[in-house]
């Protein structure tokens, strides 16, 4: 269902402002982030104050990633972020290793979803609430939104998805949370529709279920209205017993517990048997048979 719109064209100034970013972009040997590349255009002139990002470059940058205009694409600019970027290593010997994976257990993790009907992800409006999904769900991953999703972001799930369809060649079922207002049904529509449209594999076997706030929730969970917006609710004035009830049984209905079970168990069970095999492996490295 691509709704790549390949008539668009930029107005005159818009083709000049691209023909520059694309210097820019050129210029160093790294993908550069929407912000980075602003500014440049900001020192050039063609934008004069900050409240431009919004307003104008965004507008226009949006559009010609949308519209994969003129070799623009959703990945061409990369996703500003704050976490830290941590390049130095862990260890000072092989026996600090050793030491600390003994202490720790060799980790085996097998994939459930070979053996599921469905393969399943879990996607939720409010990033507060990482924790709560992390604490309720087991064997499925989770993709935060933060509010409104970065291009770069939902084409790199259009991505993930079309590999796990050839990965596992079955139905992919989404599991939608979020707030119950305008601005989150828009949040969700407009992500469900950036990332179906960029799909090539597995469009026809995607299925994006909301799962809640849906309507009515509201009332049956005797949640709080939003104060300014009568009628709607947030995900975080969600009681956590309401939250777990909404989570798990939505869950449940398409990942079968017993199998993520079977798997864990199997793990360990492989783990174990793989720590007692390399148990003589710091004193294999002291000797030094195994040559340079």
């Excluded at 520059?20 to 929407?34: D, F, G, I, M, Q």
Aim: glycine share 8%; proline share 3%.
């Amino acid at each position: 269902m691509a709704y790549i719109n390949s008539n668009y064209q930029p107005n005159e100034l818009g083709r000049e402002i691209l023909e520059r970013a694309n210097e820019h972009l050129n210029s160093v040997a790294y993908k550069s982030t929407a912000r980075w590349l602003f500014y440049r255009l900001l020192q050039d002139g063609y934008y004069t104050k900050k409240s431009d990002y919004r307003n104008k470059f965004m507008k226009l940058l949006s559009n010609v990633r949308h519209n994969c205009y003129g070799g623009w694409a959703p990945d061409t600019l990369v996703d500003d972020t704050r976490a830290a970027i941590i390049k130095t290593g862990v260890y000072k010997t092989t026996d600090d290793w050793v030491e600390d994976f003994s202490n720790g257990g060799f980790v085996v993790n097998f994939d459930h979803f070979y053996s599921q009907t469905f393969y399943v992800e879990i996607w939720f409006e409010a990033a507060a609430m990482i924790r709560q999904f992390q604490y309720y769900i087991k064997g499925v991953n989770l993709r935060p939104f933060q509010g409104k999703p970065s291009i770069p972001y939902k084409y790199e799930i259009a991505k993930s998805l079309d590999a796990a369809w050839q990965r596992y060649r079955k139905r992919i079922v989404i599991l939608y949370f979020g707030d119950y207002d305008p601005v989150g049904l828009e949040i969700q529509r407009t992500a469900e529709e950036d990332i179906k449209g960029w799909c090539r594999l597995c469009n026809g076997n995607l299925e994006i279920v909301r799962c809640g706030l849906n309507a009515g929730d509201g009332e049956r969970f005797g949640m709080p209205e939003n104060i300014k917006k009568p009628g709607s609710y947030q995900w975080e004035a969600l009681d956590d017993a309401h939250a777990r009830e909404l989570i798990t049984t939505s869950v449940d209905k398409v990942v079968d517990k017993g199998i993520v079970e079977h798997a864990a168990a199997t793990g360990k069970k492989a783990a174990k048997i793989f720590d007692k095999y390399v148990s003589g492996f710091s004193d294999y490295i002291a000797s030094g048979e195994y040559g340079d």
